[in-house]
């Protein structure tokens, strides 16, 4: 499948995976709907990919963890971006590391509210209408933290395993349908991810990845890219993808 004139919503659009995706789709002539919390950000984007490739993107500033916001953006849309080729549900945070016993609260709601909630809320609105065209792929954006748990990461590790679970529902319950369900399980990519879980300490963040060439947002873009573009008969369910000196969440090697 060529994704030329062809439309992708992303989510969590303006940084990280997301971002990188939306660039690497935008390359190929795909038009965007660019979902993110922060405008300026949305807006930058959304003039170079314009200016770049030639494309038509559109923006929503939408929190994906608010359905009201969702719903408006969702209904503002032109019936043609209400039915996407592609749905990229990316959006998701960690917060701390704090055992569970002893997270806050807020942090505990913030990750279950945007990672599954979110995800959800997004899917609702636009898999209908991908139903009723007869075609499209839903890209779930899980985590190896969806297929382990390891210290520290209990809430965030329990909201990627509901992302996986999410995506295997969802994939059964569109087994009679042309739609395909992704889901794109990632180890250690270098993002905004550890500055955010680390709210905003660059060193502790720096070391997650230190000692070791982690993956980055292009090569999960990459990986997006290919399984969209496979022939229509062809899902690629599930993909878990980790640095090559990462064998799983704890076992890394990493030079001095
Ligand atoms: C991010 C991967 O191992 O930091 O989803 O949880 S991990």
Known sequence: MKLKDKIAVITGATAGIGK?????????????????????????????????????????????????QCEAFFNSLPDELKAPDILVNNAGLAYGMEKLIEKPVEDIDKMFDVNVKGLIYITNLFVPQMVKKGKGSIVNVGSIAGREVYPGGNVYCATKHAVKALSRALRIELVDTPLRVIEIAPGLVET????????????????????????????IADLILYTVTRPPHVQINEVIIMPTNQATTTIIHREN
């Open 192 to 219: 905004e991810f550890s500055v955010v879980r680390f709210k905003g300490d660059k060193e502790k963040a720096a070391n997650v990845y230190k000692g070791l060439t982690p993956l980055y947002p292009e090569d």
């Open 20 to 68: 990188a995706t939306a660039e690497y789709f935008a390359r190929e002539g795909c038009n965007l709907v660019l979902i993110a919390r922060r405008v300026e950000r949305l807006e930058a984007l959304k003039s170079t990919l314009e200016e770049k490739y030639k494309v038509k993107v559109f923006i929503g500033k939408v929190d994906v963890s608010d359905f009201s």
